[in-house]
Every structure is written in structure tokens, then in C-alpha cells.
């Protein structure tokens, strides 16, 4: 059997899966390549206790197809990670790309070959397949990063990160469980786990703002109007700014009366869910806004927490939404019992891993499990694991000399790796938006270009320099205007040690985003290099 394929698809995720459908649907012959058993991305390997997903469930699946829309109906408000990953299975069967798919199986290399006009892709197991479109769908947030804290190899307990939770039930019960890390992952396992733990400790770089997710179950009734609602939400998605069926705030923090906005806090806060982070429209830019809105959820943090030592250590002090906004269910009320404790690492860090436990700067504290939700290299991490190499021999990661200079154009494509595209990649809007919107778009923009290279007999594409530069700047400009640069994140990449901060995601909104790229491909592709096979010769 031939290994040679139109298109390699790395990972199937929400955007294998779409992508592999696409390619499928289009006549190209497509193999996707997935390091894991079976589909699902993200939502397949992080299974920590109260994995959740945080965009509303109704909008956080495809919505290209009305038929798929109606056949699955969701559980809860937000979906837990099970679901999730149940409706991914559903989705890739009902569109029947699994054959299309090779599961374990990870990419180890993937050449660019100028003579062949074509990608060789190796895999861990030896085998080789050839392409003439290399297709990332690795997602950005999927490598785990797991701090070099010194002695960790040593800790004689279970260790595990929330990025990489067993597939086998972890038996928490009646353990002494340290969790390390406060995002997302942090947030929503801390609860779950203190339910089980005999003792659960808390070690914490660094507050965070979250509000409540307030997630119920859907009724029947609410899920028929959504099913009747298609055409409505699939048409505000593709409208908005942040691909969210929502509204957007037309109203500025500071510029509305304190009764007013005190009213309208409370009202989102009630509401749950992200659109919280929504109910003014300067909070990303205006710093007295923002102090609006970070002061009231300290004062919410203030009444949750009683004992006055711990809720001192628990206030944030960043500017609200510079780090990803969290939701959670019982996360501050948590502290409030007997058996958790919240270790400051500002005042007392970590100095080690030892063979029981954790050794901070004041004490060592005993533990049966080690929970590392400490994120990940996001972005750029697992693009660079990959091991691209483009036209004459030159890396991704010396492209992008280990972070230094991230560039990309439009976040589809990159200078000097013809035929090769990322879904969802760095300065996309990605991340800072409902994903799985962001994915459609990004999907379909591939598909439609990979039609126009056919149609045109167009044998190789790939961005000029210059519009690379121009894009990365005008990423980087527009991050400058806004808030989120003043903090230190895994937006910035400083999350990773050695990483050099940025700022890789385009915060236009996906709306703008949509317009450019659909003027650029109506443009003939501008910004790209296109050459024909007589141009080659
Ligand atoms: O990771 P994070 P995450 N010593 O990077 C701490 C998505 N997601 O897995 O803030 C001590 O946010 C670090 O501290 P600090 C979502 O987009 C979505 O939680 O850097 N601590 C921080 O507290 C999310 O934003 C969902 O000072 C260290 C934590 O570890 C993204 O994934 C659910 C440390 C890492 O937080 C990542 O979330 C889960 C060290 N050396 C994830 N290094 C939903 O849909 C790091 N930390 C709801």
C-alpha cells in the first residue's frame, strides 16, 4: 500500500477530525497521525478530577454541519471532560473519518523535500509516509510542563499531571495529596480532590481571579430551543469577536455610575460562566476598569475564605483576564475546610522534591501524590516537538531560534516551510477565543486553499517573509495596546523557563480575523508565494 498522501494531519482533535473530513469530503486522499489511542486531542489525555470545559457547551462542538448540531445534545452547561470526549467519538464516527486515521503513532520528523515538491513524515515506529500538505491539528495547549524541580525523580509516591492523568482510576481516597499550581487545571481539580484526600495541600506561585461556572444540567425544553436556535448561534459565532453566541458589552467600566456597575457585576457574577470577563468592554485595556473588576471579585474571594491568613494569600494582584480568566465550582470555598491547606510559595517556595514529599523553604510536607497542574508549553511547544524541517535544512526551531522570534503569517503558514499549515497556530486568534469557532474558520480557510492550489495547478505555496513580519507585528502591536503583556502568563510564554516572552495570539478578534483572511485568499493569496509546477522547473 502506498504511504504517499495529499495531506498528513497531525493529531485528532476537534481539528483532525473537521480537517479530516474536509480533505475527504474535497477528493484529497488524507492520512491523520495521532500519538494517542483513539480521537480527542486535549480532552482525551487530560483527565484530572473536575475536568471541565469552560465555553458553554451548546457552542463548544461543530457547528458547520445542522445535522451533527441535532443529533448530540449535552448534559450540562459546561460539559465535563467524558462528554467531551464522547461527543469527539461521536463526531469522528458520524463523519466517518476514523479510516482515514492512524492512532499511536507520533510524528518524530517531517522534511521538506524541494526536488519532490513533498513532506516526508517519520514516526516514533519507524514507519514513513510522504505528502504534499503537512497539516498541524496538535492544538496549543497539549504539551505538559512539568517544572525541574530539583529531586523530583525521587518522590517514592504517585505523581501525575493534570495534562497526563492515568486512563485507570487514581485511588485519591483517604491520601495526603499535594497539588501543585492555580490555573485552570488547578482550580477545577482542588475541589474534587479535596473530597477524596485525608489532607490536600495547596502549593500556590500565584493567586487567581476566578468566578463561578454555576453549571447545571440542561433541561430537555432548553435543549430543543438550542436545537430550534441553529442558524441563530452558528450566525453570532461566526459575527463575534471571541466566537461566542454573546453579545459583546457595549459599556465601560469606569465611564458607568459605581450603583450601576456594582448591579451589573453582581448580575454576570449570578450568571456564571466566562461572560463575567465580558461585563464591561475595557477591562483588557483601561487599568482603572480592570481595578473595577479585580477589586470586586477580592471582595468576593474576602467573604468566601475565614480564615484572614489564607484569604491574604489568596488575593490576586494581576490585572483580571491577563491571565486566562478561570471559572470554577467551590474553588475558594475549599479553603474553608479542616483538612486543606494553601501554602503561600511566595513566602515559603519549594526547594525540593524529596523522597515523601515536598520541601519548601520552611517545611517538608508528606505526601502520598504529587499532582503537577502546571500547565503547559503552550503555543509553540509541541509544533517545535515535532521536528519540522523546511527548505534547506533549516529547523522550526531554529526558524524560530528557540522562541526568540516567533513568527508566522496569519498563523496558518510559515516562511520557508512550503505546503505546510497549523490550525490554530501561533498569532491566530486561537486561545483568546471559543476554539472549536476558531478551528471551523481555520479549517475551512485550508480547504478552500488547498481547492484554489489544485484548481491553479499551483504545485507549492507558502508566505513571503515580509508579510510574515508585518503579520508578527501587527500581532504584537495590538497585544501592546492591551493589558495583557504587563503579566506574566503562558500567553507570554513565561510560564516556560528559558522561553523568550511575546505575545503569540492575534486579539483583532476572530471576526476581523475572518476578514482578512477571506480578503487575503480573495486577493489570489496575497502575502503567499505561489509557484506553479512550470515555475518549479
Ligand atoms: O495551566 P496554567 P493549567 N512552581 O499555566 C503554576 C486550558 N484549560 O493547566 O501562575 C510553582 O494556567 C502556575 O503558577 P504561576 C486553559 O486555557 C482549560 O491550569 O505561573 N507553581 C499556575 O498556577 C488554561 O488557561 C480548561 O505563578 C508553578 C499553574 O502552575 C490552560 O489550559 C481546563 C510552577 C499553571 O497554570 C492551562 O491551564 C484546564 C512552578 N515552577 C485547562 N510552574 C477548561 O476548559 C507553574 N506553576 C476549563
Known sequence: M??????????????GIYMTYKLHQDGFTVKTLEKAAGVGGVWNVARYPGAHCDSES????????????????WSKRFAPQEEILRYLNFAADELDVKKQMQFNTEVSSAKWDEEKTQWQILTSEGEEFTATYLISGVGCLSTSNIPNFEGRDNFAGESYHTGAWPHTPVDLKGKRIGVIGTGSSGVQSIPMIAQEAAELYVFQRTPQFTSPARNRTITEEENAQLKADYAGIRERIVASYAGYPYVRSTKSAVGTPEEERLAMLEATWEKGGLSFGSTFNDIGI??????????????????????????ESLLPNYYYTT?????????????????VTLIDLKEQPIVRITKSGIQTAEKEYSLDIIVYATGYDAMTGTLLKLNIIGRDGVTLKEKWADGAKVETYLGLGVSGFPNFFTITGPQSPSVLTNVPASIEQHV??????????????????EPTEEAEQQWSKQCMDIANSTLYTKTDSWY??????????GFLIYLGGLNSYRQICSDIAGNGYEGYQLKTTEAIK
Open 323 to 339: 491571565k486566562r480568566p478561570i471559572i470554577d465550582t467551590n474553588y475558594h470555598e475549599t479553603y474553608n475546610k479542616e483538612h
Open 444 to 461: 475551512e480557510w485550508i480547504s478552500d486553499c488547498l481547492q484554489y492550489l489544485k484548481m491553479n495547478q499551483i504545485k507549492t505555496i
Open 492 to 501: 507570554t510564554g513565561s510560564n516556560i523557563e528559558g522561553k523568550t516572552r
Open 2 to 15: 502506498s504511504n504517499h498522501f495529499d495531506a498528513i494531519v497531525i493529531g485528532a482533535g476537534f481539528s
Open 58 to 73: 451548546h457552542c463548544y462542538n461543530f457547528m458547520f454541519s445542522e445535522e451533527l448540531y441535532r443529533k448530540w445534545a
Open 286 to 311: 483601561n487599568p482603572n476598569s480592570n481595578d473595577i473588576v479585580s477589586e470586586f471579585i477580592r471582595s468576593k474571594i474576602r467573604e468566601t475564605v475565614k480564615n484572614p491568613e489564607t484569604v
